[in-house]
């Protein structure tokens, strides 16, 4: 089976415009998570789809946003970036929601 | 709320030498799953063992093993025969049915050669 794809893999943007991620999940998970990695704060949770339903949220404000199509891959959309935005974005996929998850390469967010 | 921490951000080992990272946790619940990952420099993070809190019996994979201890709610990895493939960042998770999966902020293991 195909891994978790990410695209793109890497992005520049600068503050104020927005940006939209994709991943691509593993044949047969339902399950996409988001998160946000950064030197300093870590790995955080964005969001979780599971079968085009948000079922897990974190705290992030409202510019995050997220969606699964019905073929289970996701995108996350990030309006207004600020400079700190600038992160690494992991999308991983499940079977479902709770079990191991399976990373993607990551998309490299760059905001100037 | 559940809670993981990793308490140690960083670590180093000799090669071929054993290394424990420690991992705690915080939960009420009984029925869970813990989880090891690693993500070396660069690279996909993976999953390196997997322990389903009922059963009493810690997990192996080849050089990783865990200690679970689940009254004391800790989770530790054990890496024998230490490698320079190893130096990775490795995260601890907690997973709960079906709420989102929880994870440390990671220990930084180096391997010197």
């Known amino acids: 089976k195909a891994g978790v794809t990410q695209t793109p893999r890497y992005l520049i943007k600068t503050r104020g415009q927005q940006v939209t991620l994709s991943c691509s999940p593993i044949?047969?998970?339902?399950?996409v998570s988001w998160y946000q990695q950064t030197p300093g704060q870590g790995l955080q949770f964005l969001f979780e789809y599971f079968s085009e339903t948000q079922r897990n949220k974190g705290n992030f404000p409202g510019r995050f946003s997220g969606r699964q199509f019905s073929n289970s891959r996701s995108e996350m959309n990030v309006s207004t970036l600020e400079l700190g935005d600038s992160a690494l974005y992991l999308c991983?996929?499940?079977?479902?929601?709770?079990?191991?998850?399976?990373f993607g390469p990551g998309t490299r967010l760059t905001v100037l | 709320a559940q809670t993981v921490t990793q308490s140690q951000p960083e670590m180093s080992v000799q090669e071929a030498e054993t290394v424990t990272l420690s991992c705690t946790y915080d939960?009420?619940?009984?029925?869970?799953?813990l989880f090891w990952y690693k993500q070396p420099p660069s690279r996909q993070m993976i999953l390196v063992i997997r322990?389903?809190?009922?059963?009493?019996q810690n997990a192996t994979e080849n050089r990783f093993s865990v200690n679970f201890q689940k009254a004391a709610k800790s989770f530790s990895l054990k890496i024998s025969d230490s490698q320079l493939g190893d130096a990775a960042m490795y995260f601890c998770a907690y997973a709960y049915r079906d709420d989102k999966i929880i994870f440390g902020k990671g220990t930084r293991l180096h391997i010197l050669p």
């Open positions: 044949s047969g998970h339902r399950s």
């Open positions: 939960t009420s619940e009984s029925d869970y799953y």
């Open positions: 322990q389903e809190a009922y059963k009493q």
């Open positions: 991983a996929s499940s079977p479902r929601t709770g079990n191991e998850q399976f």
